[in-house]
């Protein structure tokens, strides 16, 4: 069934569709509130064959001549291999020649596959239109040259199906990846790696393999925020669940290189870095809200109680040290600052004082993950409590060396300084830790952060509650997705089933 889609783009996630996917795609892009958070990842529940569980969408621009070969062989090896039930959607960026009408007699051909238009140029324009409007749990995309071995199909999308993952990519820089490609191509890849992870501080190693996959509930809430529609919506879109904290999945892949990519290698690559500068300062300035991404407390293994283990207590050490490092070097330069022109006890307040304020703030969002203005003010006002221990210890001890020795020379000062503030790092964790930052006070605070209890039972984003009989999620009614159910307004995405509708032929 061919549909003809026309979107128009912007930030959040803004794509206006027109035609018989418009509906779903709109609804399924739409900005949500910013305290709705993903629900935990579970494994899909066991669907019959007939049921869609991939959509793997391929985008072409002029592909006439390869994109039949591609369609067929893809279909195969599907068919041959693939456990569970697929579609795969070819998604036309406005071609100019034959390849509408190519995708329209696959469509014909094959139950399993169909064919969308898109009269406005743009990769991650066309991506993010189909990937919105799918009803599928797990949905890819590939290249049409079908350069990645498809044997890497299943191992990619395997993680989202099980639920271990949010995403999964494809990789040609990672061990035990085997890629044939000119010595050009590889010192270019390898080059936009490198200032990804240098600029942007990606853990990622491969952005632009055109072979990648995502959770359906994870497209719901990150491809809103996704504003770039070429050629760096994958980096854009890494770099954001990367930053949210979702879990992506790699998967090393023998790739072969295609001697007619249509790829225009400088554009692309002025793109790419005005993307990065782009990404890069709304990160710094906080536009984004990538709090709506990340998963509910307790999702995390390490978000849970034991008897006898305290939660997170290597994690908030490392940040808690790390924080601390910083602020004592903040409070020694202060101190150094304020000598110059005032007495020891006066200088060693007011450096104590800014550096507590600074760290506080510090340890409640590196260290114990408070976020929001919620308490802040709070947590202030008892962090200056806990300045007031650090204060008397260090005040203590500058009293005590001048008892000792009346002309204590600077560099004896700052020693005493220094073993003071050790002491006072210790009672300062274990107050931050069992008083200001509690967790069972700081999480039913946070919206952001809602507890296990809370989003089991009261968030939508839990999606519906299983059958008492049958232990499963119910499915939604088979329904084909044909102009009249598409123009219907679409469910809410974070509250939509893991069951999916079976496609049926117009």
Not at 149 to 163: E, F, H, T
Not at 229 to 241: I, P, R, Y
Not at 250 to 257: A, K, L, R, T
């Amino acid at each position: 069934m061919r549909t003809d889609i026309t979107p128009t783009t912007g930030r959040a996630g803004a794509t206006r569709a027109g035609g018989t996917a418009g509906a779903v795609a709109e609804s399924a892009g739409r900005a949500l509130p910013e305290g709705e958070a993903l629900p935990a990842r579970r494994h899909l529940p066991a669907l019959p064959p007939t049921r869609t569980v991939l959509d793997v969408v391929i985008p072409v621009y002029n592909e006439e001549a390869g994109l039949e070969a591609c369609v067929r062989r893809l279909h195969t090896f599907l068919t041959g291999n693939f456990p569970y039930g697929f579609r795969i959607t070819i998604a036309d960026n406005a071609s100019v020649d034959r390849t509408p009408e190519v995708a329209a007699a696959l469509d014909g051909a094959y139950g399993e596959v169909r064919s969308v238009r898109l009269e406005e140029k743009g990769r991650g324009r066309a991506l993010r239109t189909v990937w919105s409007a799918s009803d599928a749990p797990v949905r890819a995309y590939m290249d049409v040259d079908l350069s990645t071995d498809l044997n890497a199909l299943l191992p990619l999308v395997a993680p989202l199906i099980s639920g271990h993952s949010d995403l999964a990519i494809g990789t040609r820089l990672a061990g035990g990846s085997r890629v044939v490609r000119g010595a050009k191509r590889e010192v270019i890849s390898r080059a936009y790696n490198l200032i990804l992870r240098g600029s942007l501080a990606a853990r990622f190693s491969d952005a632009q393999c055109g072979f990648k996959a995502i959770r359906g509930e994870v497209a719901a809430r990150l491809l809103p925020l996704v504003e770039d529609t070429g050629w760096f919506f994958d980096t854009e879109l890494l770099v954001l669940a990367q930053r949210a904290g979702l879990r992506i999945h790699e998967v090393p892949v023998d790739w072969v290189d295609d001697p007619d990519s249509r790829v225009h290698l400088v554009s692309t690559a002025v793109a790419d870095l005005k993307g990065v500068w782009r990404v890069g300062r709304a990160l710094a300035t906080g536009a984004l809200p990538l709090a709506r991404l990340r998963r509910p407390f307790g999702d995390d293994p390490r978000d849970r109680e034991l008897a006898g283990v305290p939660g997170g207590l290597a994690r908030q050490l490392l940040g808690f040290c790390a924080v601390g490092v910083v602020s004592t070097l903040l409070y020694l330069a202060l101190y150094s600052l304020l000598r110059t022109s005032a007495a020891p006890q006066l200088a060693n307040v007011l450096a104590l004082l800014l550096s507590a304020l600074a760290n506080t703030a510090a340890n409640r969002r590196l260290t114990f993950g408070v976020r929001g203005r919620e308490r802040a003010v709070r947590h202030q006002a008892q962090g200056l409590v806990v300045f007031a221990v650090g204060l008397a210890l260090t005040s203590g001890s500058l009293a005590a060396l001048d008892a000792a020795d009346t002309g204590a020379s600077h560099g004896s000062e700052l020693a005493v300084l220094v073993v003071a503030n050790l002491a006072a790092t210790v009672v300062r964790f274990l107050l931050f830790r069992t008083w200001v930052f509690h967790p069972g006070a700081t999480r039913a605070a946070s919206p952001s952060e809602p507890s296990s209890s809370a989003s089991a039972s009261a968030s939508p984003a839990t999606g519906p509650r299983p059958h008492p009989a049958t232990g499963t999620p119910p499915h939604p009614a088979t329904s084909a997705p044909t102009a009249a159910s598409a123009s219907a307004p679409s469910p809410d995405p974070a509250a939509r089933p893991t069951g999916h509708d079976e496609r049926t032929r117009a």
